[in-house]
C-alpha cells in the first residue's frame, strides 16, 4: 500500500516476561513494569532522549486501575519514567507530556495503541508511546466493581517524612470496610437479562458451535507446545525486556523468561498431555471449560512506540510495521466473546483486503472455544472463504498454521490490559523472522466487544 506523511508506523515494540500469579512480578509496584518498558524503548531508540518533549501523550491501557495501577496510570508512567544524565537519575519525559489511562477490559492495550493511531491520522501528534498492563497477582479482573458499604471509619493522615507535602494513613488508625461487588447498572440486566460471566460464555459458545471436550484441551495442548517451542528457540528474546524486580523468596534479581508456560504439559507428549488435561474438573458452572483449555491470571506489560511516518524520517527512526486499521465491534451478550470474528471481519473491509491476504494472525486464547468458534463464524455467518477459516487444531492452529504459531494465552498468560498490544507485539517479530507481508491480531472483550488490528511489515 502506497506510503504517506501521516501513515502510522511501529517504530519498536517490547513486553515484560509474562510472570503467574504469584510469581516474579507479582510484588512490584504495576506501574514499574511499563515504566521499566519505556525506558527501555528509549534505550533502543537513543535519539528520542533529544526529543522526548515531542511526545503527544503516553497511554496506557489497565483493566483494574488500583494500588499500583491507579492515579491514571499513563501519568505516572510519564512522570515515573527516568534516565541517566551525569551519572544521575532525572525524568526521561518533561513534565510537559501528558498521559491517559484506559479501560477496554481485554482490548485495554490494543485500544491505547488505536486512540494513539488516530492521533497520528488526524495530525494531532507524531509520537506516541501506547499499550497495556496488568497485575493479576494483586488486582483480579473485576475488582474495581466492588464498593465500600457502611460502616467506614476514615482514617487520620500524616505528612510523609521522606516526601514532605504527600501525606500517607496514620499506623494508630484501622480503617473497617464492608465490601460487595456491585452488579452492572439495572438497565444492562433488563436489556440483557441473559449476561453473564465469561467462563459461562465461552461454554456457551462450545455447547452452540458443537466443539468437543478433547477438541478444546488439544487446542490448550498446542498451545503449551508451540509455546514452549519458541522459547527454547529465543524466539521471544528480542521482545522481551528482562526487568529488575525482587520477591521475599529471592530479593532483588532480573527475571526474563515467560514462567508462566506450562513446558511440563508439552514435554509429556500429545496423548499423555490429553489424558492429564482430561482428568481436570470442570470449572464450576461450566460443562467443558477447564484449567487446561482457558487462560490463566497472571502479570505482565506491553509498549509500543508509534509515530507518523514524516516523523520517523525526520528523526531518522526505522519503521518496522505501518498500522493499517483496526476493527472495534459490540457483540452478542449472551456468547459475549464472539467478537474477534466480527471485528477480523469489519478490519479486513475497511482494508479492502481478505483472510487469503494475512500471512498470520493472532486470535486471544482466552478460551480454547473462542478460537475455534471465531473461525466457524467467519465463514458460517460472515461469508469468508471456508479454506482461510479452519481455526481448529486440525487447521491453522497446528503447528506450522497461521493462527497463533507461537502459541497464545493459554500457554503465555492473558494479563489482560496487557495481552492487546502483546499479541500485535509478538506478531510483529514473527513476521520479521519469517518476511511475512501482513498480519492481524484480535481479541475478544468482557461484556460483548472484540478489536481487531491489521500490520504490514515495512521492508
Known amino acids: 500500500m502506497a506510503n504517506k506523511?501521516?501513515?502510522?508506523?511501529?517504530?519498536?515494540?517490547?513486553?515484560?516476561?509474562?510472570?503467574?500469579?504469584?510469581?516474579?512480578?507479582?510484588?512490584?509496584?504495576?506501574?514499574?513494569?511499563?515504566?521499566?518498558?519505556?525506558?527501555?524503548?528509549?534505550?533502543?531508540n537513543p535519539v528520542l532522549y533529544e526529543h522526548a518533549a515531542e511526545f503527544e501523550d503516553v497511554i496506557v491501557g489497565c483493566c483494574s486501575p488500583l494500588g499500583g495501577a491507579a492515579l491514571d496510570i499513563g501519568r505516572v508512567v510519564a512522570l515515573g519514567s527516568q534516565k541517566e544524565e551525569d551519572g544521575k537519575k532525572v525524568a526521561l519525559f518533561p513534565v510537559t507530556v501528558p498521559g491517559l489511562h484506559l479501560n477496554r477490559h481485554c482490548a485495554s492495550g490494543q485500544t491505547a495503541m488505536m486512540v494513539a493511531s488516530m492521533g497520528i491520522w488526524s495530525g494531532m501528534g507524531e509520537l506516541y508511546v501506547a499499550g497495556g498492563v496488568e497485575q493479576q497477582s494483586k488486582y483480579p479482573i473485576?475488582?474495581?466493581?466492588?464498593?465500600?458499604?457502611?460502616?467506614?471509619?476514615?482514617?487520620?493522615?500524616?505528612?510523609?517524612?521522606?516526601?514532605?507535602?504527600?501525606?500517607?494513613?496514620?499506623?494508630?488508625?484501622?480503617?473497617?470496610?464492608?465490601?460487595?461487588?456491585?452488579?452492572?447498572?439495572?438497565?444492562?440486566?433488563?436489556?440483557?437479562?441473559?449476561?453473564?460471566?465469561?467462563?459461562?460464555?465461552?461454554?456457551?459458545?462450545?455447547k452452540t458451535w458443537k466443539l468437543n471436550r478433547r477438541q478444546l484441551d488439544e487446542l490448550g495442548y498446542l498451545s503449551q507446545l508451540k509455546a514452549t517451542k519458541a522459547m527454547r528457540e529465543g524466539k521471544f528474546k528480542d521482545e522481551i525486556v528482562p526487568i529488575n524486580t525482587k520477591t521475599k523468596e529471592k530479593g532483588k534479581f532480573v527475571y526474563d523468561f515467560d514462567e508462566v508456560i506450562r513446558t511440563n504439559i508439552a514435554d509429556m507428549g500429545k496423548e499423555a498431555a490429553l489424558e492429564k488435561m482430561g482428568s481436570l474438573r470442570n470449572v464450576p458452572g461450566c460443562e467443558f471449560m477447564t484449567a487446561g483449555n482457558s487462560c490463566p491470571t497472571n502479570d505482565g506489560s506491553c509498549l509500543f512506540l508509534l509515530a507518523s511516518r514524516q516523523k520517523a524520517e525526520e528523526l531518522g527512526l526505522k519503521p518496522r510495521a505501518k498500522i493499517i486499521t483496526y476493527g472495534v465491534v459490540g457483540s452478542d451478550i449472551y456468547h459475549m466473546l464472539t467478537g474477534p470474528a466480527y471485528a477480523m471481519d469489519k478490519a479486513l473491509k475497511k482494508a479492502n483486503m481478505t483472510l487469503k491476504d494475512m500471512d498470520v494472525m493472532e486470535v486471544n486464547e482466552a478460551f480454547s472455544s473462542v478460537t475455534i468458534a471465531c473461525g466457524k463464524i467467519l465463514s458460517d455467518e460472515l461469508g469468508h472463504d471456508k479454506s482461510q477459516c479452519d481455526f481448529t487444531p486440525e487447521g491453522e492452529l497446528a503447528e506450522g498454521g497461521r493462527v497463533n504459531p507461537l502459541g497464545g494465552?493459554?500457554?503465555?498468560?492473558?494479563?489482560?490490559?496487557?495481552?492487546?498490544?502483546?499479541?500485535?507485539?509478538?506478531?510483529?517479530?514473527?513476521?520479521?523472522?519469517?518476511?511475512y507481508t501482513y498480519g492481524m491480531a484480535s481479541l475478544c472483550v468482557g461484556f460483548g466487544m472484540g478489536t481487531a488490528v491489521i500490520l504490514e511489515r515495512e521492508e
Open 5 to 44: 506523511p501521516n501513515d502510522v508506523v511501529v517504530i519498536d515494540a517490547v513486553r515484560t516476561p509474562m510472570g503467574k500469579r504469584g510469581g516474579s512480578l507479582s510484588e512490584m509496584v504495576t506501574a514499574d513494569m511499563p515504566i521499566q518498558l519505556a525506558e527501555a524503548l528509549f534505550k533502543r
Open 142 to 206: 473485576g475488582i474495581d466493581a466492588e464498593i465500600a458499604v457502611p460502616p467506614v471509619k476514615i482514617p487520620k493522615y500524616k505528612e510523609s517524612k521522606e516526601h514532605p507535602g504527600l501525606y500517607k494513613k496514620s499506623r494508630k488508625e484501622k480503617q473497617y470496610f464492608e465490601r460487595k461487588l456491585a452488579l452492572p447498572a439495572e438497565g444492562v440486566m433488563q436489556n440483557y437479562p441473559t449476561f453473564a460471566s465469561q467462563l459461562i460464555s465461552a461454554d456457551r459458545i462450545a
Open 409 to 435: 494465552a493459554i500457554a503465555l498468560g492473558h494479563p489482560t490490559g496487557c495481552s492487546g498490544a502483546r499479541l500485535p507485539c509478538t506478531m510483529l517479530y514473527e513476521m520479521e523472522r519469517k518476511k
